[in-house]
């Protein structure tokens, strides 16, 4: 795929949903080369844990032996919600496009995981001033916006990243990925819905009482995981799933940054349960909703540190352990190289 990817291979919803039913798998070749070589390494089988199991995901899903991590970037997506009208957050719409000001002079959290960890960090501000529709009155995005904020985060994935680490930034976007993972996964409002930014009590309320409203007016139509982006979702959650579709096309493993970033990629696994194999959920965040979305996916994610920030900052953080798992792999010493005997020997 070019790295502008000016042939964007879809032109309507089912061609999205056939692109990831085609995707390919992991390279079965490198991954048997990562696991001869981690059984070798100087070390217990197993002693590194998660590490290996790392390593070896990162060999198979590049297709390349020894796996790289020298290249990570970190993708931030910022969109407005018109559902944010109906006092779902503790924040102002405003505060989005303050914020994606603030990532671009390097004064959020984000910018110094990224100086801390040596990840590259591009934010991309999509359309602040042309909010999603309030979706309890009718589909959040027309087919045209999905389709174009799809090919959006498309493009926003270039050749020659050894990581990409996945995040957003969205005044009421909580709400979105919480209504996201009810209409995936089953549910009400109350069983995904957190607090966010830290709305209040009644904050709270007025957050269940939309979602429930939105998966009620929308009704059948959120049998199509498509559809459940379309209706329910946002500019900056579509082109999350761009960025996971083109990653997998261009063979990048991928990092997800908490539970709205989460919910967003979960539309890929509802198509196809093996769409997201070459994605990790990199932190659990404080969102209630959050562990039981990893769950639903069959993951578990690297790090558990009480985070809801999002902006990518715990996908940024479990980019480390990812460099960690390959510094391991590829420079350690095999018993042969360093002389020591083997259980066997």
Known sequence: ????????????????????????????EAMERARARDAELTKPRGALGRLEELAIWTAAWQAAHPPRAARPLACVFAGNHGIAERGVSAYPASVTGQMVANFVEGGAA?????????????????????PTADFTRGPALEDAEVLRAIAFGMRAVEPGIDILCLGEM????????????????????ADWAGRGT????????RKIAVIDEALGFH?????????????????????IVGAVIAARMLRVPVLLDGFTCTA???????????????????HLSRE???QRLAAAIGQRPLLDLDMALGEASGAVLASALVQAAIATHNGMATF????VATAED
């Open 288 to 290: 209630p909703g959050h």
């Open 219 to 239: 009704g059948p139509a959120l049998a199509d995981p498509l559809q459940v982006l379309r209706r329910l979702g946002g500019h900056e959650l579509a082109a």
């Open 336 to 339: 042969a190289e360093a002389g």
């Open 110 to 130: 984000v910018n110094q995981l990224c100086r801390s960890f040596g990840a590259g960090l591009s934010v991309y501000e999509m359309g602040l001033d042309q």
């Open 198 to 205: 830290g709305v209040d009590d009644a904050g709270l309320a």
């Open 1 to 28: 795929m070019a790295a502008d990817h000016s042939a964007i291979p879809f032109t309507d919803l089912a061609g999205v949903a056939e692109l990831v039913r085609a995707f390919p798998g992991p390279d079965e």
């Open 264 to 282: 967003a990629a979960a539309v890929l696994w509802k198509l196809d349960p093996t769409a997201l194999d070459h994605c990790r959920i990199a």
């Open 170 to 189: 969205g005044i009421g976007n909580t709400t979105a990925g919480s209504a996201i993972a009810a209409a995936l996964f089953g549910g009400m409002g």
